[in-house]
């Protein structure tokens, strides 16, 4: 008996390997080298529910627990990270905002076509002068006749082009500095509408875009190389007071709690990354031969994944602990912060030593290894660096000492 996974939660797992190892493993080589975006998968994933897994099921969602995304983020990343973070940053990012800030009016307009995967969405937050310190955001919002005008541009943003409902930060008053951040809700149309046409998901003529809103060329990234990441500009875009995310002011503490959650998804998908390695190093090496015997036999190959396969699992404890923490409704950001930190220098960790198990091979892209490696670095840096990790913890840890 596991201490956290129930029966269907194990189904579940199950059902996404499976999915991946058919859908996903066949194509995730070629969208790296090509940096094109997963469409076909995308529905695939959306008509499986994958979208909208801890998202109520009146707006369209599975309804299950937190602990269950994360189970399939895992899952995902252990055969291609870009499908894991398409998953993730949608869910926690996009979709997890509107669940937990929005109105009753804002859920009904906006859930039902996030959790069920038929709009992509994204989190704008990052700017080009404001990354780590978030709290440094410049991009503008004027109050106006019905609503608010916005100015500014945000960068290193998934799902930028391919994306249509986005939660954007925004500084309303800026005497008030963290306290003077607000968020809105603001939609796009998506890059990729011949795509979507084709597909017949992706693009909701009905929603409500605005002008001056718009996507930047697609970033050619070093990893992640399939999750669609560009820059977003919004010039005197307007947007309805309807369209305001929580109150004036809100912003900064809501990102904060939202970043929280999107931290055990990156350490999940860290996990993910850290897994798959592991597995297609113990299968090279007790089937490739040096020296008249597996190279598992030579005791530095198997004790230095046995060496792995141990903190994995300790990992995997710490980020499921964090999941189930949320999930029960207790504080969980000190323990999101430990996994991320934990989970993603161990799957750079892992894919590192996986390359130098396979050796020469594990450097070219007959193996997905050198992939994994290329992906585990994003990990370190996105939704918080390790050194914003250790700031958090830190924080945590001096709460805990009595003056």
Known sequence: MHPYLQEDHLDLRAEVHQFAREAIVPVASEIDEDGRFPWDNVKAMGERGWF??????????????????????????????????????????????????????????????LASGQVLGGFGLTEP????????TRTRAVATRGGYRINGSKIFITHGGVGEIFVVTAVTDPAAR???????????????????????????????????????????????????????????????????LGDEGDGFVNFMKTLDAGRI????????????????????????????????????V??????????????????????????????????AAMAKLVASELAAKSARTAVQSLGGVGYTSEYPVERMMRDAKACEIGEGTSEIQKMVIGRHLLKGIDP
């Open 265 to 300: 998804g990156i350490a999940a998908l860290s996990l993910g990354i850290a897994q798959g390695a592991l597995d297609v190093a113990l299968d090279y090496t007790t089937r490739r031969r040096q020296f008249n015997r597996p190279l598992w036999e030579f005791q530095e």
């Open 178 to 244: 963290t306290r003077g951040i607000t968020s809105f809700i603001v939609c796009k149309p998506t890059v990729d509408l011949e795509e979507t046409r084709r597909l017949g998901i992706g693009h909701r003529p009905k929603l409500p875009y605005s002008a001056g809103f718009t996507a930047g060329a697609r970033e050619d990234k070093m990893g992640w190389r399939a999750s669609d990441t560009r820059q977003l500009f919004l010039q005197d875009t307007l947007v309805g007071e309807d369209q305001r």
């Open 52 to 113: 909208g897994v801890p998202v109520p099921r009146r707006f369209s969602g599975m309804g299950r627990d937190y602990l269950s995304y994360v189970l399939v983020v895992e899952a995902l990343a252990c055969y291609d990270a870009s499908h894991a973070i398409t998953v993730s940053a949608h869910t926690t990012l996009a979709t997890s905002p509107i669940v937990a800030f929005g109105t009753p009016a804002q859920k009904a307009r906006f859930l039902p076509l």
């Open 302 to 335: 198997q004790f230095g994944l046995a060496g792995l396969a141990a903190e994995i699992e300790a990992a995997r404890q710490l980020t499921y602990h964090a999941a189930w923490l949320k999930d029960h409704g207790q504080p969980f950001a000190r323990e």
């Open 129 to 136: 002068g404001a990354g780590s310190d978030a709290s440094g």
